[in-house]
C-alpha cells in the first residue's frame, strides 16, 4: 500500500495568512494527488486534483503543486471560513489511501 | 448531484448492518462509487469500490471478507453490507462518487452515517 505523510500536522494562523501544507507519498505516483478540506461535522470536500487542478467552484486562493512524491497545497490568502483540517489522497492504485489531515487554526 | 447515506446505527459486536446511499441529479450508473469512513475524532479512511457496473469491487484489508459492496443501477443506491462489526468498525461513513477524466477524484460526497458498535 502507498503511505501518504503531511506536515505539519497542524498550525496556527490568521486571516491573510499565506499557508503551505506539504504531503509526500511512499512512492511516486505521478500526479495522481488530490486534496480536500473538511470542517466539523461535515462531509470533505475536493478542493484540487491531479495535483494542481482546481475542482470547479473552489476558490482561486488555493493552489496545488507537485509531482512524483512530494505535493503542496497553498492558500494564498487565508479566509474565515479555510479553518478547518485538510487531508491529501492518493489515487494512484487502491487502496486510495489518505493522508493524517492538517489542522488550521487560528 | 446529491448522495444521501442511511442505514447507521448501534450494533452489537458480531452483527450486522448495512448501509445504503441513494444518489440523484445524475447518471447514477455512469460513475465508480466508493465508502469512506471517519472513526471519532480520526482521519479519513477508504473502506471500499464498486466499478460503475458492478463488476469489480476492491476492499480495504480491515474490512476484506467481512463488508460487501454493491449497487442497484436501477434504484440508483449503493450499499454497503456490514457483517461480523467489530468495535473499530466505529465511524461516520461516507459515500462518494469518483470522477474520471485524467483523473481520479471524489467529486460528490454523502453527508454521512454514524455506525457504532457497542455491547
Known amino acids: 500500500d502507498i503511505q501518504m505523510t503531511q506536515s505539519p500536522s497542524s498550525l496556527s494562523a490568521t486571516v491573510g495568512d499565506r499557508v503551505t501544507i506539504t504531503c509526500r507519498a511512499s512512492?511516486?505516483?505521478?500526479?495522481?494527488l488530490n486534496w480536500y478540506l473538511q470542517t466539523p461535522g461535515k462531509a470533505p470536500k475536493l478542493l484540487i486534483y491531479?495535483?494542481?487542478s482546481l475542482q470547479r467552484g473552489v476558490p482561486s486562493r488555493f493552489s496545488g503543486s507537485g509531482s512524483g512524491t512530494v505535493f503542496t497545497l497553498t492558500i494564498s490568502s487565508l479566509q474565515p471560513e479555510d479553518f478547518a483540517t485538510y487531508y491529501c489522497?492518493?489515487?494512484?492504485?487502491?487502496?486510495?489511501?489518505f493522508g493524517p489531515g492538517t489542522k488550521v487554526d487560528i | 448531484v446529491q448522495l444521501v447515506d442511511s442505514g447507521g446505527g448501534v450494533v452489537q459486536p458480531g452483527r450486522s448492518l448495512r448501509l445504503s446511499c441513494e444518489a440523484s441529479?445524475?447518471?447514477?450508473?455512469?460513475?465508480?462509487m466508493h465508502w469512506v469512513r471517519q472513526a471519532p475524532g480520526k482521519g479519513l479512511q477508504w473502506v471500499a469500490g464498486?466499478?460503475?457496473?458492478?463488476?469489480?469491487?476492491d476492499y480495504a484489508d480491515s474490512v476484506k471478507g467481512r463488508f460487501t459492496i454493491s449497487r442497484d443501477n436501477s434504484k440508483k443506491t449503493l450499499y454497503l453490507q456490514m457483517n461480523s462489526l467489530r468495535a473499530e468498525d466505529t465511524a461516520v461513513y461516507y459515500c462518494?462518487?469518483?470522477?474520471?477524466?485524467?483523473?481520479?477524484?471524489?467529486?460528490?460526497w454523502g453527508q454521512g452515517t454514524l455506525v457504532t458498535v457497542s455491547s
Open positions: 462518494a462518487r469518483e470522477e474520471i477524466n485524467w483523473a481520479y477524484y471524489y467529486d460528490y
Open positions: 441529479g445524475f447518471t447514477f450508473s455512469s460513475y465508480g
Open positions: 464498486i466499478s460503475k457496473t458492478g463488476y469489480t469491487e
Open positions: 512512492q511516486s505516483i505521478s500526479t495522481n
Open positions: 491531479g495535483a494542481s
Open positions: 489522497q492518493q489515487s494512484y492504485s487502491t487502496p486510495r489511501t
